[in-house]
């Protein structure tokens, strides 16, 4: 009796197993065919974070279109194409579903110039090389003078020569509004600096210890004589050491 109850228990079974099989094929179908349909294509590309580049150029590094399916697409490849621009820091790329894909850019910086072959290249703080230009007019940054650019540098690649870092610790540890008052870092062997105003004036500084108690110094004698129109007879001031500077007038 038990062997034809489970006889007919398994004829029953069979065909319900079957129908869930059918049913998550079905499924399974259905949902491919719904995550490659026109629901998931991109319909905007917001792109944010630009300064320098433009909106055309992200667009090509990043090889997408409008169109393209927002599931399948290779968000860490999107990433790494537009980190390619030597203007690039970083990236992040996210999927706002259904159809929106958010790109947020990075740019690095430009904080220097450095004369390179017969131009210059911008470099930001950390020294990456950002870009080549002919005319540092254009740019109100100060030039990085005394150290020797490879003539094998290429954009995107971190620049480490002596006396670079020196002349970047200048520009990292000063305020844009003092910043703006110096044209020049010049690094001198033993990597001590030497500012130049915009006026001409000479800043021997020494090394970059204590940079801002020296810099302040300057510029609290500086403003004196700029209030009683004396800044145009000094040659150079000299902060490199304990004390009150000295200054050298022009003859």
Do not use: C
């Not at 790109?103 to 220097?112: D, L, N, S, W």
């Not at 062997?189 to 108690?213: F, M, N, W």
């Amino acid at each position: 009796m038990s062997v034809v109850v489970t006889k007919k228990m398994n004829k029953t079974r069979r065909p319900i197993l079957l129908q869930g099989i059918l049913f998550l094929m079905l499924l399974l179908v259905a949902v491919y065919f719904f995550m490659n349909s026109s629901f998931f294509s991109i319909r905007e590309i917001q792109i944010s974070g630009l300064q320098k580049l433009k909106r055309e150029t992200v667009l090509e590094l990043a090889g997408v279109n409008v169109g393209a399916n927002l599931i399948k697409l290779d968000i860490e490849q999107v990433k790494n194409n537009i980190e390619l621009s030597s203007l690039v820091e970083s990236v992040r790329v996210e999927r706002r579903f259904p159809d929106r894909l958010l790109i947020h850019v990075t740019e690095r910086r430009p904080a220097a110039l450095a004369a390179y072959r017969d131009g210059f290249i911008l470099l930001d703080e950390a020294g990456y090389y950002l870009q080549l230009v002919q005319r540092i007019t254009e740019y109100s940054l100060p030039l990085i003078d005394g150290v020797q650019i490879p003539e094998t540098a290429v954009p995107g690649e971190k620049i480490s020569v002596p006396g670079l870092a020196e002349g970047l610790k200048v520009v990292s540890r000063l305020s844009p509004q003092q910043l703006a008052l110096f044209s020049e870092i010049n690094v001198q062997p033993g990597d001590r600096l030497e500012l130049y105003t915009i006026d001409g004036i000479k800043v021997i500084v020494g090394d970059s210890s204590d940079l801002a108690r020296k810099i302040q110094w300057f510029l609290e004698i500086y403003r004196q004589w700029q209030a009683g129109d004396k800044a145009r007879q000094i040659q150079y001031v000299d902060v490199s050491f304990d004390g009150h500077p000295i200054v050298k007038y022009k003859n």
